[in-house]
């Protein structure tokens, strides 16, 4: 079958892409999979981590890697949604001319989104679910394909504006980026201290990045997975029937219906890139963390108790 080839093509070219990005970034390879898998999927992440783990070079070079454009946006207390999505200015004809924002890249990386006021987040919120935006009345494509990475610092919250749980509800994944192990500091010294520089090669085209996208939307599903992915959701869910009694006595709000989308569509490429051409539970494990840790609300008990999002959701999958 032709888009079984296709795919096998495509999927193979991966395995180079990793190569590359690997040039410059030491370690982090579960971050990278799972940032792929959410480009692959059309979604987007949220990465939470202190300052100095490379997410700005992560992000840069996963975009040289996939020949895509890229912009950063550093989000401050005074950011506004023009400085976003861009603004009407009159030229020397007095006439009205559309002036692009940095939101028109292919791959943005909003830094440090919590610091910017609500109104500016939810610009760059509705150009994340849209692809598109509208300025006085008139509506403006973004390039395709399209993907944020907006961070987050987990230690300084003074003077933050944390997104709600509606907009938290817009990424795909929240990835946790964790401190280098002590052989991949050593290494990270080595590559970043002396005077050798990596060339990062193109591997994909922006035509091969959409085409698998499309030929991940393809693969089929059993109707016993949706089934194991629609009860695992709704374990979360304290108002349901179907809640778990972990759930019950640690959550205050469970996940809604786009986690049960998001963890579909994240299992079917996980199984693309592992070979396979139709997901199966281990798939659907391998992305519920990263889907579900944003999407469920913790009461006190579990603060109490030192259980985390990641916890709650293991003896879940588990139980």
């Not at 992560?58 to 890229?70: C, R």
């Amino acid at each position: 079958m032709q888009e079984v080839k296709e795919l096998d093509q495509l999927i193979e070219k991966t395995h180079t892409l990793k190569k590359e990005i690997a040039k410059v970034i030491v370690g982090q390879e579960e971050i990278i999979n799972q940032v792929l898998i959410s480009i692959f999927s059309k979604g987007h992440c949220l990465l939470v981590g202190v300052p100095g783990l490379a997410k700005t070079l992560l992000v840069n070079t996963i975009a040289s890697a996939l020949g895509l454009t890229y912009s950063r946006i550093q989000f401050t207390p005074d950011l506004m949604p023009s400085d976003i999505v861009g603004s009407e200015i009159l030229d020397e004809n007095r006439k009205f001319k559309f002036i692009k924002g940095a939101v028109f890249s292919n791959i943005v990386l909003a830094d440090e989104i919590n610091r910017t006021p609500p109104k500016t987040q939810a610009a760059l919120l509705e150009a994340m679910q849209e692809h598109n935006v509208t300025i006085s009345g008139n509506s403006y494509q973004l390039d395709e394909p399209f993907f944020v990475l907006a961070t987050q610092n987990p230690i300084e919250q003074e003077g933050t504006y944390p997104l709600p749980e509606a907009q938290l509800d817009r990424f795909m994944f929240m990835l946790w980026l964790n401190y280098p192990s002590f052989e991949e500091e050593i290494n990270i010294l080595k590559g970043t201290t002396t005077e050798k520089q990596a060339t990062i090669n193109t591997i994909f085209s922006k035509e091969e990045i959409i085409r698998l996208q499309e030929l991940i939307k393809k693969i089929p599903v059993s109707d016993s997975l949706y089934e194991y992915v629609v009860t695992l959701v709704q374990k979360t869910r304290v108002l349901s029937s179907s809640c778990s009694a972990l759930a019950k006595k640690y959550l205050l709000w469970g996940a809604g219906p786009r986690a049960s989308q998001y963890l579909i569509i994240g299992a079917k490429c996980h199984a693309a890139l592992k070979g396979k051409y139709s997901p199966d539970k281990e798939d659907v494990n391998a992305v519920a963390v990263a889907v579900l840790r944003h999407r469920i609300v913790l009461n006190y008990s579990a603060q109490a108790e030192n259980y985390d999002a990641e916890k709650i959701i293991l003896e879940l999958i588990n139980n």
